[in-house]
C-alpha cells in the first residue's frame, strides 16, 4: 500500500506522480492533500483526469484494492483500517491540518506494516514526519520529495530530519519510477 501525503503545492505534485504511475500498479495508493473541512472541490475529478488508475473518493469501510486510488475526502481524516480498508473520522474545523497525515500514516503502519510505503511531497508544517516514523518502525518504506523539486519543503525537511526514518530523498520526477519498483518487489 503507498500513501501519498502533501499540502501546499500538494496538488500539483500528486497529480505529476499519478500521471506516472502505470495502470496495475500492484498496490493500494492513497492521496491526502490537506483541505479546509468544508471545501466543497473536484479534488477526485482532477487527479482521475491525470491518473491511469481509477481514482475514487475514499468511503468509511471501503476496501482498498491493488491498482486504485482512493483520495481523503475535506472534512475527515482518513484511517487505514485491516482488511485493507479505510475509515472516515470527522476531522472538525480546529487544526490540528486536516486530513491528518499523521494519522493516516501511523494507521497504515499498523495495518500494512512492511508493506506500507509513505511518500512525503510538497507541503508546509511538519504533519506526516511522525506518521512516516511510524511506517519505518512497522518496517515500511519512507520517501520524500528533495528540496530542489518541493513547492514547499517543510514537510519532506520533517520528515527527513527524523532519526533515521528515510529511505529515499528524491526528486519528483523520480518517484513514481521508485513507487514502481518497490511494490514489484
Same mark, same amino acid.
Given at each position: 500500500m503507498v500513501?501519498?501525503? !502533501?499540502?501546499? #503545492?500538494?496538488?500539483?505534485?500528486?497529480?505529476?506522480?499519478?500521471? /506516472? %504511475?502505470?495502470?496495475?500498479?500492484?498496490?493500494?495508493?492513497?492521496?491526502?492533500?490537506? /483541505?479546509?473541512?468544508?471545501?466543497?472541490?473536484? %479534488?477526485?475529478?482532477?487527479?482521475?483526469?491525470?491518473?491511469?488508475?481509477?481514482? +475514487? @473518493?475514499?468511503?468509511?469501510?471501503?476496501?482498498?484494492? *491493488?491498482? /486504485?486510488?482512493?483520495?481523503?475526502?475535506?472534512?475527515?481524516? %482518513?484511517?487505514?483500517?485491516? #482488511?485493507?480498508?479505510?475509515a472516515l473520522?470527522v476531522?472538525?474545523?480546529?487544526p490540528?491540518?486536516?486530513? *491528518?497525515? &499523521?494519522?493516516?500514516?501511523?494507521?497504515? !503502519?499498523?495495518?500494512?506494516?512492511?508493506?506500507?510505503t !509513505?511518500?512525503?511531497? +510538497? #507541503?508546509? #508544517?511538519?504533519?506526516? @514526519?511522525?506518521?512516516?516514523?511510524?511506517?519505518?518502525?512497522?518496517?515500511?518504506?519512507?520517501?520524500?520529495?528533495?528540496?530542489?523539486?518541493?513547492?514547499?519543503?517543510?514537510?519532506?525537511?520533517?520528515?527527513?530530519?527524523?532519526?533515521?526514518?528515510i529511505?529515499?530523498?528524491?526528486?519528483? &520526477?523520480?518517484?513514481?519510477?521508485?513507487?514502481?519498483? %518497490?511494490? @514489484?518487489?
Amino acid at each position: 500500500m503507498v500513501a501519498l501525503v !502533501a499540502s501546499a #503545492g500538494g496538488i500539483a505534485a500528486v497529480s505529476h506522480v499519478l500521471g /506516472q %504511475l502505470p495502470a496495475g500498479l500492484p498496490a493500494a495508493v492513497v492521496v491526502l492533500i490537506h /483541505q479546509e473541512p468544508d471545501r466543497v472541490g473536484t %479534488l477526485v475529478e482532477l487527479l482521475a483526469n491525470r491518473s491511469a488508475l481509477p481514482v +475514487s @473518493a475514499a468511503t468509511h469501510g471501503g476496501a482498498l484494492r *491493488s491498482g /486504485q486510488v482512493v483520495v481523503a475526502p475535506a472534512g475527515s481524516h %482518513l484511517l487505514v483500517t485491516p #482488511g485493507p480498508a479505510t475509515a472516515l473520522v470527522v476531522s472538525g474545523v480546529a487544526p490540528p491540518s486536516r486530513p *491528518s497525515a &499523521d494519522l493516516l500514516l501511523t494507521t497504515l !503502519a499498523i495495518a500494512a506494516g512492511p508493506r506500507a510505503t !509513505a511518500v512525503v511531497l +510538497s #507541503g508546509g #508544517g511538519h504533519d506526516g @514526519a511522525t506518521g512516516a516514523t511510524a511506517v519505518h518502525v512497522f518496517g515500511g518504506t519512507v520517501v520524500a520529495t528533495d528540496e530542489a523539486t518541493s513547492s514547499s519543503f517543510s514537510m519532506p525537511l520533517a520528515t527527513i530530519e527524523r532519526d533515521g526514518a528515510i529511505d529515499h530523498v528524491v526528486a519528483l &520526477d523520480e518517484v513514481a519510477p521508485l513507487l514502481a519498483e %518497490l511494490v @514489484a518487489v
